[in-house]
């Protein structure tokens, strides 16, 4: 998306809001009513905060093009409200590229990045740029570029390099060193002459990994060092590079007392890093567009003093909100019950879910308050990757997901919905029923 077309630039839209909305600042009645409307599990999310946070951005990165990767919030609110503020798109797959369309994204405001892209995916793909031609690819390997030339596609192509560098919150996250993702440096220079040849060459590109804080920017930094010198040396050969874009990845504080990533420190780093280039720098930020406009909502079902550990057994789990269980990964929690009136005595309490796993807890042992049941407990920042790991597993519906202001953005799924994908051979089904 070109400067003049950003809406929510820097200089004329300075209402970025706070660096961060802490679990806290939820106004626990608004909450409490969604929850009692809804039902629980409930994902509540606030369009008004990932404005803000779109802000921010643009009000840092003022000549960068931001992309928003889509995977962290896929509803077509979010990718509206993005776009409105001047983001373009970046998806993972034919069914992010889909939605952006569906949602009234143009072409040019789309881009997939190919991840080992299935036949199906780039068929899509290649599909929908037949109508609309401005929309980018990044491919990650020689054979992805083959595969797009087969299927007639001769647009716009970046290259996605392995810059031998990566960062990230968590090693399952830390993408940039690793052999999966894209074109080793040395090979890329005849690759990108290749794109050049045969497609519209967009530009390179990398992502370090996802979660990156304060401590991890001298590898970021690095990357996008090394990504410059690759623009530099591809430019000596008379290759253009329209974009270097250096993928996203910036961190948002989940516990409580870590500090907001300092934006403006991490915007300096990055020109700094970068150094004179004659195309456009940009970036993909996903968690940091979404992450503090989303709360969980679930409801206390089972308490059980445990030797070790007060219980607290809610109607959320890992089929809700992978993250804990999959990366470990801390959401600060609050109980919303507790705020009522008397006080409490602060226990370890252990949140767990539905599901006969032990993975499946949302927090181990944090000091709350003695839940009781029937409490609304609130988890924090699960705007990002919260509703879009959410799985059927134990074939458990996924959630609703509802704005602050009670908008349904997603429809809790129904116990016929589980099964509705089954191939109905027995007449005992009851598939046809809207059973909840
Ligand atoms: N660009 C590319 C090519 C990516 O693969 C990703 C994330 C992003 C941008 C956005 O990264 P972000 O700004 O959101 O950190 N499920 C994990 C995160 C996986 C991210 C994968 N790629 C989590 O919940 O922490």
Not at 176 to 203: M, N, S, T, W, Y
Not at 349 to 367: I, K, S
Request: hydrophobic share 35%; charged share 30%.
């Amino acid at each position: 998306m070109s400067t003049d077309e950003r809406p929510g630039a820097a200089s004329d839209a300075p209402d970025g809001g706070p660096a961060v909305r802490r679990l806290d600042d939820w106004d626990r009645d608004t909450l409490d009513a969604l929850a009692d409307e809804h039902g629980t599990p409930l994902y509540v999310f606030d369009p008004a905060r990932v404005r803000e946070n779109c802000r921010r951005l643009g009000a840092a990165f003022p000549d960068a093009e931001i992309q928003y990767a889509a995977k962290a919030h896929t509803a077509r609110e979010t990718l509206r409200t993005v776009h409105d503020e001047g983001l373009a798109i970046e998806c993972a797959s034919a069914g992010e590229v889909r939605r952006a369309l569906d949602a009234g994204v143009p072409g040019r405001d789309v881009t997939y990045t190919a991840v080992n892209p299935p036949a199906r995916d780039l068929d899509a793909v290649v599909e929908a740029w037949r109508n609309e031609p401005d929309l980018t690819i990044t491919a990650g390997a020689a054979d992805t570029v083959d595969r797009l030339a087969e299927r007639g596609f001769d647009g716009r192509l970046r290259l996605r390099v392995n810059p031998g560098v990566g960062a990230g919150h968590h090693e399952k996250v830390v993408t940039g060193g690793h052999p999966k993702f894209g074109v080793g440096l040395d090979r890329a220079p005849e690759l990108a002459a290749r794109i050049d040849r045969e497609f519209a060459f967009a530009g390179i590109h990398a992502h370090a990994g996802s979660g990156i804080s304060g401590d991890d920017l001298e590898n970021h930094r690095e990357l996008v060092r090394r990504l410059g010198e690759l623009a530099r040396d591809l430019e000596a050969d008379g290759i253009p590079v329209e974009t270097v874009d250096v993928g996203g990845g910036f961190g948002v504080p989940y516990r409580e007392d870590a500090p907001a990533l300092d934006l403006a420190t991490v915007a300096d780093a990055t020109r700094e890093a970068l150094g004179a280039i004659e195309g456009r720098l940009a970036i993909e930020p996903g968690r940091y567009v979404v992450a503090d406009a989303g709360v969980l909502l679930t409801r206390v079902n089972t308490v059980k003093d445990a030797p070790s550990t007060v219980v607290a057994g809610v109607d959320a789990g890992m089929t809700t909100l992978l993250r804990p269980a999959m990366y470990d990964a801390y959401h600060a929690v609050r109980d919303l019950g507790a705020e009522g009136g008397e006080n409490r005595d602060t226990v370890g309490v252990t949140v767990a879910g539905p599901v006969c796993e032990t993975a499946d807890l949302l927090c181990e042992n944090r000091p709350l308050p003695a839940p009781e049941r029937g409490d609304l407990l609130a988890i924090g920042n699960a705007g990002a990757y919260g509703y879009e790991m959410a799985s059927t597993y134990n074939s458990r519906p996924r959630p609703a997901e509802v704005t602050v202001d009670g908008e349904t953005l997603r429809r809790r799924e129904t116990l016929a919905d589980v099964s509705r994908l089954d191939a109905a051979r027995d007449s005992n089904r009851r598939n046809d029923e809207e059973d909840t």
